[in-house]
């Protein structure tokens, strides 16, 4: 039998809350060593041995409960229902805060952030400091490496919830990698039901008062105060490089819970409308009437609401994912 719906959002709540003050229940177990300190992973393949078979990366972020080891499951899951498992590894960076080394005892060389940053692209608090993105682009840049992926043609980074503001921030600031163009590698992103977006200008599709919302066009919202990740970058140029990339908006069609505990209810994310669903439609809108050409992708999961696995599960997550086999 179903669970009641208000007993569901009370579990979500419990388990939002206990994640965040008194650490996730589950660490990766796996590790990948960068010079400000060691990631916390998933993979669904031993990487440090060369993968030939491979012709396709999966990188999977999380949301704000950085359960990672559950989204490696769902991208795994995903992969195999869509015949292409052994070809695609499955990579799941774990984002973790001082609650999550506290429960753990992870000691201090495991990269960890202050509290929920990572969703802006902040830097890590310890050891070193490390922008959450430029993680993504570590990821990235090791799996360019031909010794270790010689057949690697694709690499696809998703995310459903915090890990989908994270992969659309990401893929506005993203910086380039001339090594995959060089290897002809190609680089897609897959946006599923965040909380909010990046805009390019004050314009937003909700009307409201600026006096009483004074920071809705500031970062994460907006080009004012940039994340250190930028280096300074130029809105407009934020903008032309983010209109060409591959990207995949991929919404639940009942994602439309106003009062979700789990929605930004910020008067800066209010501005883009009141529940996920009409905040993607709005903002992939916004992009159309600035950018008729453009040729990014907004997708429909019917039945499912806010459940990163039934999305990237569902035949339309399967299809933004792996469209093709490379």
Known sequence: MN??????????VSCSTLAAEHGVAVVSPERFHLQAGDL???????WRQPLPRVTRALIIVHGRLRNAQ??????KEAAE??????????????FLNNADVRRHALGQQVLRWNGNSWMAGEPSVG?????????????????????????????????????????QRFALTGHDHPTLQAEGIRLRYVVANPSSYAYFSPQRP??????????????????????????GQSPQHLEQVYVSRDITYLLGQQDTNPNHPALDKG???????????????HYFDYLTLRHPQLRQK?????????????????????????????
């Open 3 to 12: 669970k009641p719906w208000g007993v569901l959002l009370g579990v979500l």
């Open 40 to 46: 916390s992973l998933g993979l669904s393949q031993d």
């Open 70 to 75: 559950t989204y490696l499951q769902s991208g």
């Open 81 to 94: 229902h869509a015949g292409v498992g052994a070809a695609t590894l499955v990579i799941a960076p774990q």
């Open 127 to 167: 050891p070193g400091q490390l922008s959450s993105y430029g993680v993504l682009d570590q990821l990235i840049k090791h799996l360019g490496n031909r010794t270790l992926f010689p057949a690697l043609k694709e690499i696809v980074v998703a995310g459903h919830s915090g890990g989908g503001q994270v992969v």
């Open 206 to 231: 909700v009307q409201f008062d600026a006096t009483l919302c004074p920071d809705f066009n500031d970062w994460k919202y907006g080009m004012q105060h940039l994340p250190a990740y930028a280096h």
């Open 267 to 281: 008067c800066e994310a209010e501005t883009q409308g009141a529940y996920r669903l009409i905040r993607g439609h």
């Open 298 to 326: 907004l997708v429909e999961v019917p039945g499912v609401g806010h459940d990163g696995d039934r999305m990237f599960t569902s035949p339309e997550g399967q299809k933004a994912l792996f469209p093709n086999n490379p």
